[in-house]
């Protein structure tokens, strides 16, 4: 084997990885958003990834990705907020104002 055709194979397992670990990532904020939406009585309807960068967060060199949160109060309207994730750890959840049933 030749140094380019370990080079090759190098990249190419670079690129599995990172595909698999921004899964996880997807996997983990699909968690935290069902969660959210739990412990703030609200409809969890989908969670979409809307930006992903590689950078650093609080001196930590990994995936800082944004997704956009869909959720209903009420079943009727449907809200659109986001929540923030550095690698597989949650940085911040923001939705608009609500409708709350009472």
């Not at 190419?12 to 959210?36: D, M, S, T």
């Not at 800082?64 to 109060?73: D, G, I, K, P, T």
Request: net charge positive; aromatic share 14%; glycine share 6%.
């Amino acid at each position: 084997m030749d140094l380019g055709t370990l080079v090759v194979l190098a990249v190419v397992g670079l690129v599995i990885y990172q595909f698999w670990h921004l899964r996880a990532i997807a996997e983990k904020a699909v968690f935290y958003a069902n969660q959210y939406c739990n412990k703030h009585g609200l409809q969890y309807i989908s969670l979409a990834r809307s930006n992903a960068k590689f950078k650093a967060y609080k001196g930590k060199l990994d995936w800082h990705v944004e997704y956009q949160l869909e959720f209903s109060s009420d079943g009727e309207i449907e809200y659109t907020g986001s929540l923030i994730c550095h690698g597989k750890h949650l940085v911040k959840v923001e939705v608009p104002a609500y409708r709350i049933n009472t």
